[in-house]
C-alpha cells in the first residue's frame, strides 16, 4: 500500500510538474508575441502621427519595387505611403496605379510625389478593378523584387523589406512569404489583432505539390508551412512571367475580388522555389466599410467564376490537379451569392465548366458531379 502511494505521489509530481512547464512554454510564447506586436503597435503610431518632412530622391535601380492599386482611399493612403517612408530600405520605387479615383486620393498621391520622387502615379482612363491596376504597375516595375500592397495596408515594422528582401536576395528565392496581422481599424487594442486566413497546401497549390506551400529550409528539407495570400515579396521576373502567361484578355476583366487569389495561384503555377518567414510584416485594417464588403454579390460571383477559370487553365494536367477546379465549381455553386447570376455570370461560368466537361483529366463521376449540379446551365 505504501508503495502505491509512493507511486501515486510521483505521478502527481511529474504530472504538476509538466503542467508547470507547459504554462511557461505558453507564457513565453505569448510574452514574445506581445513584444512584437507591441513594436509593430508603436511603429503604426508613429506612421498615423508623424508628419514627414523629409524629400526622398529617385534611384536608378531599386531593389524594391512596391505597388499599389488606388481607388477613392483618401482616408487610408496617406498612412500607407508613410509606413513605407518610414522604412529602413530606401532604394525602392513606389508604384501608385490610380483606378480614376473621384475623391481627394490623386491630390493625395500627387502631394506625397512632390516630396517623393520614388513615387510613379500611373492613371487608368476609367476605374479597370484591382488586378489590372496591379498587373500594369508589374509590368513596368524595374526593381529586382515586388513587394504588392493594397491602399489600405500598414507596413508592422520598419525593417520589412530589409529582411524580406534580405531573405529572398540571398538564396534567390522566387517567392518569399510572411505572416499578416489583422484587425477591424487601425487603433483596435493589441489583444484584438490577430493572425487570419492562412492557406494550407491541400487546399491551395494541389496542383504543385512539390512546391506547394512548403518553407524550404536551408538544409534542403521541406516542411509545411503556413501562407497568407496577401503577404508576399515576388522576383520581377517571376511576377512578370505569371502576368504575362495570365495575359491581357483576362488581367483587363474588370477585378477586385478573388484577383489575389487568382494572381497567387498563377505566381505559383511559374514559381520553382518559396521561402516562409515568421516576420510579421503587413497590418491590414480590416474595415466594415471597406469597398470590398460594399461590393455587390453579382460582382463576388464574378470573381469566383474568374478564379475557377484560372485553377482549370493554369492546374497541371493530371486528375489530382484537374480535381481542385471541380472544388472550386461546387463551391460557387454553394455560395451565398449564388442567386446573383446573371446573364454575364451565366454565360462566362458556362463557358469554363464546357471546358472542364471536356478535359480527359477530369474523372466521370466528378463530371456527373458538375452536370448534376449546373443542370440549368450547361
Not at 189 to 198: L, S
Not at 238 to 266: C, H, P
Not at 298 to 314: A, P, Q, Y
Not at 353 to 374: A, H, Q, Y
Request: hydrophobic share 35%; with cysteine; proline share 2%.
Amino acid at each position: 500500500m505504501k508503495k502505491i502511494i509512493k507511486t501515486f505521489k510521483n505521478y502527481k509530481l511529474l504530472f504538476f510538474s509538466f503542467i508547470i512547464i507547459i504554462n511557461i512554454y505558453h507564457s513565453e510564447k505569448y510574452s514574445i508575441k506581445d513584444k512584437i506586436l507591441l513594436k509593430g503597435r508603436k511603429y503604426l503610431n508613429r506612421c498615423l502621427n508623424q508628419k514627414l518632412n523629409k524629400k526622398f530622391k529617385k534611384f536608378v535601380n531599386p531593389r524594391m519595387n512596391i505597388i499599389i492599386p488606388v481607388y477613392n482611399c483618401q482616408n487610408s493612403i496617406k498612412q500607407t505611403i508613410r509606413s513605407i517612408q518610414n522604412q529602413k530600405m530606401l532604394d525602392i520605387e513606389i508604384i501608385l496605379v490610380n483606378n480614376k479615383s473621384n475623391d481627394t486620393t490623386l491630390n493625395i498621391i500627387k502631394n506625397f510625389q512632390k516630396s517623393d520622387e520614388r513615387i510613379k502615379i500611373i492613371n487608368n482612363k476609367k476605374n479597370m478593378g484591382t488586378l489590372y491596376s496591379r498587373s500594369i504597375g508589374v509590368l513596368q516595375a524595374e526593381g529586382k523584387y515586388i513587394f504588392p500592397l493594397d491602399n489600405d495596408d500598414m507596413l508592422f515594422d520598419n525593417d520589412v523589406f530589409d529582411i524580406v528582401y534580405t531573405e529572398a536576395n540571398k538564396f534567390n528565392y522566387d517567392i518569399v512569404g510572411f505572416k499578416t496581422i489583422e484587425s477591424k481599424n487601425y487603433t483596435s487594442k493589441i489583444n484584438e489583432m490577430r493572425d487570419r486566413r492562412p492557406v494550407y497546401r491541400y487546399n491551395f497549390t494541389i496542383h504543385k505539390p512539390k512546391l506547394g506551400l512548403f518553407g524550404i529550409s536551408k538544409k534542403g528539407k521541406f516542411k509545411i508551412k503556413e501562407f497568407h495570400i496577401w503577404s508576399k515579396c515576388i522576383k520581377n521576373s517571376i511576377y512578370k512571367n505569371a502576368t504575362n502567361q495570365l495575359g491581357k484578355e483576362r488581367y483587363s476583366l474588370f477585378m477586385s475580388w478573388a484577383e489575389d487569389t487568382s494572381m497567387v495561384f498563377a505566381l505559383f503555377n511559374v514559381a520553382e522555389t518559396f521561402r516562409y518567414i515568421t516576420k510579421y510584416g503587413i497590418f491590414k485594417c480590416n474595415r466594415n466599410n471597406s469597398a470590398e464588403r460594399s461590393m455587390p454579390h453579382s460582382h463576388k460571383l464574378f470573381g469566383e467564376i474568374f478564379l475557377l477559370d484560372v485553377i482549370f487553365d493554369f492546374s497541371n494536367n493530371d486528375f489530382k490537379s484537374k480535381k481542385f477546379a471541380v472544388y472550386q465549381a461546387i463551391y460557387i455553386r454553394n455560395c451565398e451569392f449564388f442567386i446573383f447570376l446573371n446573364e454575364i455570370n451565366k454565360k462566362f461560368l458556362k463557358n469554363t465548366l464546357k471546358k472542364l466537361l471536356s478535359c480527359p483529366f477530369i474523372k466521370k463521376k466528378d463530371k456527373k458531379l458538375l452536370k448534376i449540379n449546373f443542370k440549368n446551365i450547361i
